[in-house]
T-cell receptor, first 113, second 116 residues
Framework: GAGVSQTPSNKVTEKGKYVELRCDPISGHTALYWYRQSLGQGPEFLIYFQGTGAADDSGLPNDRFFAVRPEGSVSTLKIQRTERGDSAVYLC???????????FGQGTRLTVV | AQSVTQLGSHVSVSEGALVLLRCNYSSSVPPYLFWYVQYPNQGLQLLLKYTSAATLVKGINGFEAEFKKSETSFHLTKPSAHMSDAAEYFCAVRGAPSGGYQKVTFGTGTKLQVIP
């Protein structure tokens, strides 16, 4: 596709459930980023991949959050035992190289009820 | 450490009036600064960026921003607001000249309302 694609666009889940959020980056982009945007806040960094490996996961809030990018393209953000405080828009971005401009997807709005 | 402060979570202007969105930054090293726009249900789009070349930076859609080191500011302006400018705007800073977007810190955003 032409841009970064995130699915689903909306996800409602019950407290305690497991969710997976998917990101399809722009083809050929080596760097991939996940951010979380809570209501009334700016995006906050979660994790960064360079190729298949997580180069920086310092933004993950706790061990309930995990992300993978097994083939260096599509990435999945996984959240276990969801809590109401996890409700937010999860943004994915990709860039051709580490230092170049990042392009953002439209986000997945996660609501934990 | 680095941070940005956006003054005013909501700004309203009349169509055709000047747009001024304020951003002040804090950085322990010379900063790279960005302005992004977010339309409803869309991703962030880069409007412009300052990377130490010219202090007055021109971006897309008629927006520009001026880097003022003495004031630690990077305010976003547009001479004449259009209805299509209604969106949320984010200022962001990256303190390290190298490193990717994991080093970018975003502000809390300013929602711009344009009144016909």
């Amino acid at each position: 596709g032409a841009g970064v694609s995130q699915t689903p666009s909306n996800k409602v889940t019950e407290k305690g459930k497991y969710v997976e959020l998917r990101c399809d980056p722009i083809s050929g982009h080596t760097a991939l980023y996940w951010y979380r945007q809570s209501l009334g806040q700016g995006p906050e960094f979660l994790i960064y991949f360079q190729g298949t490996g997580a180069a920086d996961d310092s933004g993950l809030p706790n061990d309930r959050f995990f992300a993978v990018r097994p083939e260096g393209s599509v990435s999945t953000l996984k959240i276990q035992r969801t809590e109401r405080g996890d409700s937010a828009v999860y943004l994915c971005a990709s860039s051709l190289l580490m230092n170049t401009e990042a392009f953002f997807g439209q986000g997945t709005r996660l609501t934990v009820v | 450490a680095q941070s940005v402060t956006q003054l005013g979570s909501h700004v309203s202007v009349s169509e055709g009036a000047l747009v001024l969105l304020r951003c002040n930054y804090s950085s322990s090293v010379p900063p790279y600064l960005f302005w992004y726009v977010q339309y409803p249900n869309q991703g962030l789009q880069l409007l412009l960026k300052y990377t130490s070349a010219a202090t007055l930076v021109k971006g897309i859609n008629g927006f520009e921003a001026e880097f003022k080191k003495s004031e630690t500011s990077f305010h976003l302006t547009k001479p004449s607001a259009h209805m299509s400018d209604a969106a949320e705007y984010f200022c962001a800073v990256r303190g390290a000249p190298s490193g990717g977007y994991q080093k970018v810190t975003f502000g809390t955003g300013t929602k711009l309302q344009v009144i016909p």
